[in-house]
């Protein structure tokens, strides 16, 4: 805390890794007195750099870019890069710090690391945003590369930001590597990647309802945010008999009584990815649904609730509302959505949750598959990359039950997706000695 104090955000990420793994290091005698998580906290590089680009009014801006390498010992740095105007060290640092204990329960050999800018790619044209993805790489190039560090996509990073980025490491690199995932399948990239973080955020919801007996069908599903994650979770929910009443953006969500349909999800794929649009349009083309200006969706009644947005979205009021409404299960899609408070709730009243790092490492896991493709120079096919997904969530889930089944019978997730990542990467660490 002191050396960190002023970054709120990697403070709460620590504190609730922390807090289970802590207690665990105590009751294991290989760990104790070898400082691994303090080390675990230090990231092991953390690059800043400045990027200048020009707008199409020929005005020079400046941007900030980061790129926090925070544990390489199970594998070179992985992790997605975020453009918006929030992101500050803070929270790519809290990112990073999520995604060694993410990639760490994927089985897969990825270390963590995440990046990106505070630039906005909101409201600016094609060119503007291929001139600052240029510029980005222009500088992030000689940090990068397949055996060093493989950043992906996230929030404000699609595969249009992606191809402009590949194309300029490939031009001061001269050289045609995987050097970066969520690539366009002609060029690199892998089936079913787009979809991956989605479809499994929902194949691990369904992994914690059978443990119940339950599964999606004729369930009520709430999901907020309308982006990458929130679009595929919404479309496997559906695939499963499912739901889905609410999607969001930063600005308000929609509530459709009558349920978000295939055709209706594939206008709201066509108006956000084609024409960038705002989710408050949706109620223009569907008039039986209400729109909700400044809300989050969490006062839906609802079965289930899929948080695919972004970080602290979800409070302890939120939690509270969700459960009155008898909510049974909260499945993390985003990284982070609920805060510690609303956690908490949750595992009072004992119903199924799981955090982001256990549920979302569909996305990363599927990365890890187009890196071996990448390596290999094969492509599988959808079914075989679907197949692999849904085996490493069951793996991921599995994994939880082992390190966080409690007295009672009740699985805390949160304590066994912590534990089960910390002891891969500690066992690593202690491998290779004080470095
Ligand atoms: P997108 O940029 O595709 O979509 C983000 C969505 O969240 C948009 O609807 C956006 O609305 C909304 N949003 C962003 N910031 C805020 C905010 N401050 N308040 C409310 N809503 C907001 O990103 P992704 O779908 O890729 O990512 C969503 C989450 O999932 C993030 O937490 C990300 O880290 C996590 N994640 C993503 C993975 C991936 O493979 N893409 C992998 C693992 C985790 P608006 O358009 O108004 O900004």
């Not at 084609?274 to 989710?279: F, P, Q």
């Not at 947005?309 to 302890?316: R, W």
């Not at 008898?326 to 956690?343: F, K, L, R, S, T």
């Not at 908490?344 to 598959?369: D, M, Q, R, W, Y």
Request: net charge neutral.
């Amino acid at each position: 805390k002191k050396r960190n104090g002023h970054e709120p955000e990697f403070i709460q990420a620590v504190q609730e890794v922390a807090e289970t793994v802590i207690p665990y290091i105590a009751e294991n005698e290989i760990y104790k007195g070898k400082n691994i998580l303090t080390r675990m906290v230090e990231p092991e590089r953390l690059i800043s750099f400045r990027v200048a680009w020009v707008d199409d009014e020929g005005v020079i801006h400046v941007n900030r870019g980061y790129r926090v390498q925070m544990n390489s010992a199970i594998g070179p740095y992985k992790g997605g890069l975020r453009f918006h105007p929030s992101v500050n060290a803070s929270i790519l640092k809290f990112l990073a710090f999520e995604q060694v204990f993410k990639n760490s329960l994927t089985t897969l050999p990825m270390g963590g690391g995440k990046g990106g800018s505070d630039f906005d790619p909101k409201g600016k044209s094609d060119d503007e945003v291929m001139r600052f993805c240029h510029a980005f790489m222009t500088e992030l190039c000689r940090h990068i590369g397949p055996n060093t560090d493989v950043p992906a996509g996230d929030i404000g990073v699609g595969a249009r930001e992606i191809g402009f980025l590949f194309g300029m490491y490939k031009k001061i690199r001269n050289e045609f590597t995987g050097v970066l995932t969520g690539k366009g399948l002609s060029w690199g990239g892998s089936r079913i990647r787009p979809e991956a973080t989605g479809y499994g955020t929902v194949y691990f919801a369904e992994s914690m309802l059978n443990t119940k007996n339950e599964s999606f069908e004729g369930k009520t599903v709430v999901i907020s945010g309308s982006g990458n994650v929130a679009q595929y979770a919404a479309e496997k929910v559906l695939q499963l008999g499912g739901k889905v009443v609410t999607l969001s953006d930063s600005a308000g969500y929609i509530y459709d009584p009558e349920g978000i349909d295939v055709e209706k999800l594939d206008y709201v794929m066509d108006l956000k990815n084609n024409k960038r649009g705002r989710i408050s349009e949706y109620v223009e083309k569907y008039s039986g649904a209400q729109y909700h200006k400044g809300k989050t969706p969490w006062n839906v009644k609802c079965d289930i609730a899929l948080p695919c947005a972004t970080q602290n979205e979800l409070t302890k009021h939120d939690a509270e509302a969700l459960l009155k409404n008898g909510c049974i299960c909260v499945v993390e899609g985003a990284n982070m959505p609920c805060n510690a408070d609303a956690v908490h709730k949750f595992h009072e009243a004992k119903i199924l949750f799981a955090p982001g790092k256990a549920s979302n490492a569909g996305g990363v896991a599927t990365s890890g598959l187009e890196m071996s493709q990448n390596s290999l120079r094969i492509s599988w096919t959808r079914e075989e990359v679907d197949e692999r997904l849904r085996d490493i969530m069951k793996e991921i889930h599995d994994s939880c039950i082992k390190y966080g089944k409690e007295d009672d019978g009740y699985c805390n997730y949160v304590k066994g997706a912590n534990i089960a990542g910390f002891v891969k990467v500690a066992d690593a660490m202690l491998a290779q000695g004080v470095i």
